[in-house]
């Protein structure tokens, strides 16, 4: 009997490696198209990227994008598919920084697993406005980053069925949050270029 069961768990092993290695295969299947997308001069496609399909590749159901005003140090919200009121415009010179505005200004991905025991970075004093909205403690804030300099933040929470964000979760935003800032960049860049062909015709 004890051979048996032996046999069993040996067998059961390799399957779910082999689930495992099919769901990383699944996912990567949709990374790579979605990377492509991304990589394009127009800020309404990559924010409909932000809100409505990167969130399904880590299970999040309500997630935010916000780009900077460099000049005003302001984050505009872009797109969000929240069934309520979020903020609109958020400065970065608030006192105390909320979580955003935090990880923004230390352009380091915030991942926070229960936001009212979270240590590190501190975030007890922060302003957590509209928290009581949210049905999980559970978010990922991604400031969004081009050439070191912080572009833009995409937030990301409620992940489906309670459940803490996963290390191969985060590795996906990790690798998302340098491509959207890059784009995000190229498109600042393209805009400003155009402007100044303008004024140079003039």
Known sequence: ??????????????????????SDSFRLGLITPLAKKINCLDVKRIAEICIHEI???????????????ESSDILHLEKNNHPFPINNIVSLNQNPPSPMVAAVRSKELLIIDDVESH??????????????????KACIIAPLICHGQVVGALNMSDKKDGAAFTKDDIAVVE???????????NVSLFEKTQQQAKTDGL
């Open 1 to 22: 009997m004890a051979y048996s069961d032996r046999s069993k768990k040996i067998k059961s092993e390799p399957d779910q490696k082999a689930k495992g290695c099919s």
């Open 55 to 69: 969130p399904k590749l880590i299970g999040a159901k309500l997630a935010s994008l916000y780009i900077l005003d």
């Open 119 to 136: 240590k590190a970075p501190n975030i007890d004093n922060t302003q957590r406005f509209f928290s009581q909205n949210y049905q999980t």
């Open 175 to 185: 690798l998302f949050r340098q491509l959207i800032g890059a784009s995000i960049g």
